[in-house]
């Protein structure tokens, strides 16, 4: 028993000390007096205000909502900004004001800029559950958060690279490419 209790001693003190090091880190934190990094213009420029569309219920019918968020994107590659807005539309919203149609789990698996439009691949999950209006409130979704900076712009949408031209088992016909006035037109969602 006696050649342990120098052992205990020795981590009493150890454990003692380690506690006393951290009490005074904490009551007296590092200082750095040097010149703090600041955020380069490009890191500024990366970063755009742009907008994700939610659901929301007015009534008996579903309107498209815009959400300003800032999100990471280069002007020079369109391609990542559409892809941050469609994630973030895919995460789901975080205000419970508003809604989605998107099913849970739907991933974005590509993203592509042509000169005919904006092309949209997504995981099948996008084509599960839901009636009429929850189809045309998730392809709506789709169409105006991908076309937020290019209202003008035509998207092709395909589910795990076939195009998508029924949605649903209801049968929501779906032609392809699709413009915001395109959807507007054939869909009786309206847009705040």
Known sequence: MTRSRPALIVLA?????SAGTAVWLTLNPPRFDGPQPQPTPTDVARQQDTQVFWLVSEGDELVLVPTTVRLEGDPAQPELL????????????VNAD??????ENTRLNRVEV????????VSREFTRGGGSTSMQGRLGQVIFTATANDPEAPVWISVAGEPLRVLGGEGLEVTQPMTRKEFQ????LRRQ
């Open 82 to 93: 559409i892809k941050s807005r469609l994630e973030r539309l895919f995460a789901g919203p």
């Open 13 to 17: 003190a150890v454990g003692l000390a």
């Open 98 to 103: 508003v809604a989605t149609s998107i099913p």
């Open 185 to 188: 037109a054939a869909f009786p």
């Open 114 to 121: 042509k000169a005919d439009g904006i092309h949209i691949d």
